[in-house]
């Protein structure tokens, strides 16, 4: 497992207080339009230990400050798919 899937899977575990297991990667891309919105790849994590959710979708982004920032957002309706994570995340602002 790579340094940055380590981090948000550490991430994750530390938001949702859950234990968390790696079980892919999908690139993203996001489009309203013509224009692409947001371009990335999430990562997907089997929770165990949460009372509600039993997958995560998850990234990190650079913002102003030198550390990384981290997403997760829970497969709960509406959320069901890496491309619905990203839809809801960007829909409440979270990040570009």
Same mark, same amino acid.
Request: hydrophobic share 45%; proline share 6%; glycine share 4%.
């Given at each position: 497992? !790579?340094?940055? $899937?380590?981090? /948000?899977?550490? #991430?994750?575990? +530390?938001? %949702?207080?859950? @234990?968390?297991?790696?079980? !892919?990667?999908?690139? $993203? /891309?996001?489009?309203? &339009?013509?224009?692409?919105?947001?371009?990335?790849?999430?990562? $997907?994590? *089997? @929770?165990?230990? %949460?009372?509600? +959710?039993?997958?995560? =979708? #998850?990234?990190?982004?650079?913002?102003? !400050? *030198?550390?990384?920032? =981290? /997403?997760?957002?829970?497969? @709960?309706?509406?959320? %069901?798919?890496?491309?619905? #994570?990203?839809?809801?995340?960007? +829909? $409440? &602002?979270?990040?570009?």
């Amino acid at each position: 497992m !790579s340094k940055r $899937i380590e981090n /948000i899977r550490l #991430a994750v575990q +530390a938001m %949702h207080r859950c @234990l968390a297991k790696h079980e !892919s990667s999908a690139p $993203i /891309i996001e489009m309203f &339009g013509k224009n692409q919105v947001w371009e990335g790849v999430v990562e $997907i994590f *089997s @929770l165990v230990g %949460h009372p509600k +959710a039993k997958r995560c =979708y #998850a990234w990190d982004f650079a913002d102003d !400050s *030198s550390k990384p920032r =981290y /997403i997760a957002v829970l497969e @709960l309706p509406p959320v %069901h798919s890496p491309h619905t #994570a990203v839809r809801a995340a960007i +829909a $409440i &602002g979270e990040q570009k």
